[in-house]
């Protein structure tokens, strides 16, 4: 079983930027497709961005152009860089993955979250 860890967020004003990060356990990382993810009140969790094992990077579209996934297979983490921050991206920022990309659904575990709260 797999374990994600995830840290970095916090209260930020609009504009600003954060750098989320995810820790994983286990040693088949390299391998694994990640994803950043989150859930704001009242709402269901989605997909935020997604990085396979092989680099290529998928963003939602509220995502696009201001966020970056990127991950360091020698640390097993796997980051969020989050740009020109709005209201509407408050919300507990998850990730998940493994060896095959599941939808939101899919997946039965996850972590303890990190809340993103953007506000003046």
């Known amino acids: 079983q797999v374990h994600f860890v995830e840290s970095g967020g916090g209260l930020v004003q609009p504009g600003g930027s954060l750098r989320l990060s995810c820790a994983a356990s286990?040693?088949?990382?390299?391998?694994?497709?990640m994803g950043w993810y989150r859930q704001a009140p009242g709402k269901q969790r989605e997909l935020v961005a997604r990085?396979?094992?092989?680099?290529?990077?998928f963003y939602a579209d509220s995502a696009k152009g201001r966020f970056t996934i990127s991950r360091d297979n020698a640390k097993n983490t796997v980051y969020l860089q989050m740009n020109s921050l709005k209201p509407e991206d408050t919300a507990v920022y998850y990730c998940?993955?493994?060896?095959?990309?599941?939808?939101?659904?899919?997946?039965?575990?996850w972590g303890q979250g990190t809340q993103v709260t953007v506000s003046s």
């Open positions: 990085i396979t094992s092989g680099g290529n990077t």
């Open positions: 286990g040693s088949d990382f390299s391998s694994y497709a």
């Open positions: 998940n993955g493994g060896l095959r990309i599941l939808l939101v659904h899919e997946y039965t575990s």
